[in-house]
C-alpha cells in the first residue's frame, strides 16, 4: 500500500550520467523528507544526499557534491537524484527513503524502496 520506487538506475561508464527516480504511492510525501542512500557490496550503508519536504534545503556526502543533485516535484510525487561525472566508487544499490522528521534523524525513516543498481565500469 505505501510504497517507495526507485528506477533509473543501469550500467554507465566513468563519467557518465544517469537520473534516479523515486516515486512514492499510497501516501503523500509533502511532509515528508526525502533521502537517497546506497550500500556496495562489503560496506556499509552511507547516506547520499537529502531533500526536506519544501525543497528549500540539501545535503549532499563530500564524495558526490558537485556531482549529484537532489530535487523533489511534489506534485509528481517524485523525487530524483542527479548523477554526473560518476566514478566508479559510486557503483552501489541506491534507495531512496522517506523521514518524519529532519534529514539527519535516522530514525525517522519509515518508509523505504527496493533499491536500483548502478554500476559505472568501463
Partial sequence: QLQLVESG?????PGGSLRLSCAASGFTPDYYVIAWFRQAPGK???GVSCISSSGGSTNYLDSVKGRFTISRDNAKNTV???MNSL???DTA???CAAGLFSCSSLSGYVYWGQGTQVTVSS
Avoid: S
Fill in 93 to 95: 544499490i541506491y534507495y
Fill in 87 to 89: 566514478k566508479p566508487e
Fill in 44 to 46: 556499509e550503508r552511507e
Fill in 80 to 82: 530524483y537524484l542527479q
Fill in 9 to 13: 538506475g543501469g550500467l554507465v561508464q
